[in-house]
T-cell receptor
């Protein structure tokens, strides 16, 4: 079983559309994250949830709205998609929000906005 | 502010040769340091981490890294590179109140036969 799984793996959509990316972890971790990797491979954190509560929100446009229905799931909804949103989005989880814990990453979702 | 610098964007080594990937960090307190590897089209896999204790840490796939506080460095090494090591390598620093990882810009490793 995949530890951190994201769906879909690829997503191609038009500007202005609304789309969601789903993430699930079966590791029993308390903390989940969304990272964005741009075209230059630069990785930056977007959000972090701990036990369904938002703990990190890194200056992300409010078109991006994470939702955590339970601690095993962290979904990312994006409204009014723009060309600049094209990137690879990685979900990750860690046992806790403490900094000395390892983050496990999903395979990524490649979003292309045309 | 926390930051991570990976000075080498692209490195090419011959199979069987030794490898060292550089990482320098900026952090006000004791950092937690990580090396991740990303194979093409894949997610990130943790190679090794440093939290405290012995400054030379061993990881998976024969990799090791050494934490040098005086140089603010955490360089990744491997004595003999295999073709399957070709990938993008990311150094990251964590710490503070939350487990937010700050990543370097990555080093792309190519392996020549």
């Amino acid at each position: 079983d995949t530890a951190v799984s994201q769906t879909p793996k690829y997503l191609v959509t038009q500007m202005g559309n609304d789309k969601s990316i789903k993430c699930e972890q079966n590791l029993g971790h308390d903390t989940m994250y969304w990272y964005k990797q741009d075209s230059k491979k630069f990785l930056k954190i977007m959000f972090s949830y701990n036990n369904k509560e938002l703990i990190i929100n890194e200056t992300v446009p409010n078109r991006f709205s994470p939702k955590s229905p339970d601690k095993a799931h962290l979904n990312l909804h994006i409204n009014s998609l723009e060309l600049g949103d094209s990137a690879v989005y990685f979900c990750a989880s860690s046992p806790s929000e403490r900094p000395n814990t390892e983050a496990f990453f999903g395979q990524g979702t490649r979003l292309t906005v045309v | 502010a926390q930051s991570v610098t990976q000075p080498d964007i692209h490195i090419t080594v011959s199979e069987g040769a030794s490898l060292e990937l550089r990482c320098n960090y900026s952090y006000g307190a004791t950092p937690y340091l990580f090396w991740y590897v990303q194979s093409p089209g894949q997610g990130l896999q943790l190679l090794l981490k440093y939290f405290s204790g012995d400054t030379l840490v061993q990881g998976i796939k024969g990799f090791e890294a050494e934490f040098k506080r005086s140089q603010s460095s955490f360089n990744l090494r491997k004595p003999s590179v295999h073709w399957s090591d070709a990938a993008e390598y990311f150094c990251a620093v964590g710490g503070g109140a939350t487990n937010k990882l700050i990543f370097g810009t990555g080093t792309l490793l190519a392996v020549q036969p």
